[in-house]
């Protein structure tokens, strides 16, 4: 299982996922095996990733 750490910035007002910090946004690390899950739940409830 891969334990590496990923970031993302959700911006929850605007429904925005960033891979760089945003103002605004609120940093989540998860690790890799949850993170894409995480990315993808997102996207189906409407967020955009930039």
Do not use: P, Q
């Not at 993302?8 to 891979?19: G, L, Y």
């Not at 609120?26 to 930039?50: A, N, P, Q």
């Amino acid at each position: 299982m891969n334990t590496e750490e990923k970031t993302a910035w959700i911006d929850e007002e605007n429904k925005i996922v960033s891979f760089h910090a945003i103002d605004n946004g609120k940093m989540v690390m998860k690790t890799e095996s949850l993170f894409w899950d995480f990315i993808s739940g997102l996207m189906r409830s409407g967020y955009r990733v930039m």
